[in-house]
């Protein structure tokens, strides 16, 4: 018969070496979920097979038609609130506060869309500006249109200049119709 003294010198270090695994599962499950994700951070003594490496693959083009399609339907929306903004100062002859808020979410499009193309703020402004709210409202929409047409047509790999552009002639006119209507306000 064991003696209980030799039990529980025995339970001792068998509980630690059970902790000791415990804790270094995480990071075996870890190391094992990261390789099969980016294989640009693993070592080259560390090639992914043929399966991991169609598999990578596979998840970059789905993330890539997904990002096109989130960009297509920001195009969309885009267009949508132009539209919207144009209707409603035809009517009123004004802009509301709802208005404006719909203003400020078709300028966050505009950027997302824009940076997602590669671009960022422009380093010159447009030299030509609408003369008043409604021809900057129409040309809104014009160009929101326009944008559509060319993220819609873009294939997603494809670093767009025009697209670069448009966005930031759209960003500059919603900042132009933002201050002609605090001045009519």
């Not at 409604?134 to 670093?159: F, G, N, W, Y």
Request: proline share 5%; aromatic share 2%; hydrophobic share 40%.
């Amino acid at each position: 018969m064991v003696q209980p003294s030799t039990l529980r010198n025995l339970i001792k270090p068998i509980l630690v070496i059970a902790l000791f695994g415990v804790c270094t599962l995480p990071a075996v499950a870890q190391r094992r979920i990261l390789s099969g994700v980016d294989a640009s951070n693993v070592p080259n003594d560390q090639q992914l097979s043929p399966m991991e490496e169609e598999m990578r693959v596979k998840r970059q083009i789905e993330a890539a038609d997904k990002a096109h399609k989130e960009n297509v339907n920001r195009a969309r929306n885009l267009v949508a609130l132009s539209e919207s903004l144009v209707t409603t100062y035809k009517e009123n002859k004004q802009l509301s506060r709802e208005d404006l808020k719909k203003l400020e979410r078709a300028e966050k499009l505009v950027k997302k869309i824009r940076d997602d193309a590669g671009g960022s703020e422009p380093e010159t402004q447009p030299e030509e500006h609408p003369k008043d709210l409604p021809t900057a409202l129409d040309r809104l929409l014009e160009l929101a249109d326009s944008l559509k047409q060319r993220v819609e047509k873009t294939p997603k790999h494809v670093v767009s200049a025009t697209i670069i552009d448009e966005a930031n002639v759209l960003l500059e006119l919603i900042r132009i119709v933002r201050t002609m209507q605090a001045r009519t306000s």
